[in-house]
């Protein structure tokens, strides 16, 4: 994690984004630690990085909830149908 300070500014890579988004271990000490930072800065590589770690780490999340949904309209639609006589 690189968290470098500069006249209160914190330049963060993803290592350290990714922590402020999912809970990992060290997550509450570098929230702590950022609590009385004027500004946080990263690279475009950066955000990249982390956008791409916080999709991977909630990819089989994101397919519960899909796959709830889905159960969830077929309910629906059960219901909604007349039942066959």
Partial sequence: M??????G??????SALVKLVLPE????ALVGALADTRE???????AVETR???LGATAGIRNVFR?????ERERKAQK???PET
């Fill in 2 to 7: 690189s968290a470098e300070r500069d006249g």
């Fill in 9 to 14: 500014v914190v330049y963060l890579d993803a």
């Fill in 25 to 28: 271990e060290e997550s509450a």
């Fill in 40 to 46: 946080l800065v990263t690279s475009v590589v950066g």
């Fill in 52 to 54: 791409r770690a916080v």
């Fill in 67 to 71: 796959t709830a949904e889905r159960l």
């Fill in 80 to 82: 909604a149908s007349p």
